[in-house]
């Protein structure tokens, strides 16, 4: 998914000056870097702004290494694009340092800046992530607490447990050793090989779809979109679904829809007891 940013630049490119090409769009550009050793600290915090953001853990891995590209509508502006790593008793800090594009003016969609980050990281530490637009890949870490804004996010291969809380954009999450936790507001999930529990206390808009999961899942509350949920071991719980079809299979516990609004309601192969709302 390209960014809203990218997407504004490359507009307003087109209208003053013909076709520019994607490649293009990026008028001052510089790399930045910044290697920092981990020395016990048990957690790493990376907060990222405007930019596509990669992380992935790595085995034997002592430090924490971070690589980018800056890009920015002026040379002033890009050398504002910094990289800040800090340590604060057993956490590593990491944060991309943005410049206020708009400074309050309506016209700024001709200035941009923005900071595509690489980072990869010892895979036995804990990390959160912050991250406010772009797309977003996450693999191969211990376990995660993750916020992200805009852009589609990707998660796989990671030890324990994960938290993901998301704004907007399709999320992708596959090979979660522990427990998951989803808060969505806008895109599709996709949710595949989590041997603890999957837990959904909100999700806005978009179609979900669970399978091979080792415990059980609660979907609390889903406003819109179907609900596809494949060979679970466990209980299968949906408290309240506005609108959409749902569809369940394989289920090794119990399967229960709470308030149902609008749509079909369908299940095979359930162990347990099935328990639906009244005329479904």
């Known amino acids: 998914m390209n960014r809203f940013l990218c997407l504004a630049v490359l507009c307003v490119a087109a209208t003053s000056a013909g076709q520019v090409s994607a490649a293009d769009w990026c008028k001052f550009k510089a790399e930045r ?13 990376i907060a990222a702004g405007a930019g596509d953001l990669k992380i992935a853990g790595a085995s034997g891995q002592a430090g924490v290494r971070a690589s980018g590209r800056a890009c920015a509508s002026s040379e002033e502006l890009l050398k504002e694009i910094q990289l800040e790593s800090r340590r604060e008793g057993d956490t590593l800090y990491l944060k991309t340092l943005l410049p206020d594009v708009d400074g309050g003016n309506i016209f700024f969609f001709n200035r941009y800046a923005t900071l595509d980050l690489t980072v990869s990281l010892p895979e036995t530490v804990a990390i959160e992530v912050e991250d406010s637009s772009g797309d977003t890949q996450i ?24 938290e993901v809380s998301d704004s907007s954009g399709d999320l992708d999450i596959r090979k979660v050793g522990g427990n998951l936790s989803v808060k969505d507001s806008s895109g599709d999930i996709e949710i595949a090989d989590v041997q603890g529990n999957v837990f959904i206390p909100v999700d806005s808009s978009g179609d979900i779809r669970i399978a091979n999961i080792s415990g059980g899942v609660h979907i609390v509350s889903d ?36 308030n149902d609004g609008s749509g079909g309601i369908s299940h095979a192969r359930v162990v347990g007891q099935v328990q639906l709302p009244p005329g479904k």
């Open 223 to 258: 406003s819109s979109g179907g609900i596809v949920i494949e060979h679970v071991k466990q209980s299968v719980a949906i408290d309240s679904d506005s609108s959409g079809d749902i569809r369940v299979d394989d289920i090794g516990g119990n399967f229960t829809v709470g």
């Open 33 to 45: 870097s910044a290697t920092t050793e981990l020395a016990g600290a048990k957690r790493i915090v």
């Open 139 to 162: 693999k191969h870490v211990q376990s995660a607490n993750v916020a992200d804004g805009s852009g589609d996010l990707e998660i796989a291969d990671v030890a324990a447990d994960l």
